[in-house]
């Protein structure tokens, strides 16, 4: 079982940056995503990296350009760097970790591109991001 902490988020104001970090108990072999849910909406996927060696992240088009996931795989974690922050951001921002399902032809990155909130098999505890106008 993977075990994920999410760090502590905060409040900041519209076009403002806040960054999060998630320490991942295993960080082998895995996909790494980064979800958020508004209030009274479904949960969204953010984005998606797989933690193999040189792997570039997968984003949601809403979050293109103004957020960036990382990792440093030795040490076990998974950031998001959030810039140019909107009202709309708000909510609650969970990492989430699963492991992708073999196939033949190996591409287990590919499939971290998708981020689906019902694939993901380990979560985060959660933390509030509030961007105020």
């Known amino acids: 079982q993977v075990q994920l902490v999410d760090s502590p988020g905060g409040s900041v104001q519209a076009g403002g940056s806040l960054r999060l970090s998630c320490s991942a108990s295993?960080?082998?072999?895995?996909?790494m995503g980064w979800f958020r849910q508004a209030p009274e909406k479904e949960r969204e996927g953010i984005g998606g990296?797989?933690?193999?060696?040189?792997?570039?992240?997968y984003y949601t088009d809403s979050v293109k350009g103004r957020f960036t996931i990382s990792q440093d795989t030795a040490k076990k974690m998974l950031y998001l760097q959030m810039d140019r922050l909107r009202p709309d951001d708000t909510g609650m921002y969970y990492c989430a970790a699963r492991r992708p399902i073999y196939t033949i032809s190996n591409d287990y990155a590919a499939q971290c591109g998708e981020f689906n909130a019902a694939d993901y098999n380990y979560w985060g505890q959660g933390t509030q991001v509030t961007v105020f106008s």
């Open positions: 295993a960080y082998s072999h895995c996909c």
């Open positions: 990296i797989y933690t193999g060696f040189g792997s570039a992240p």
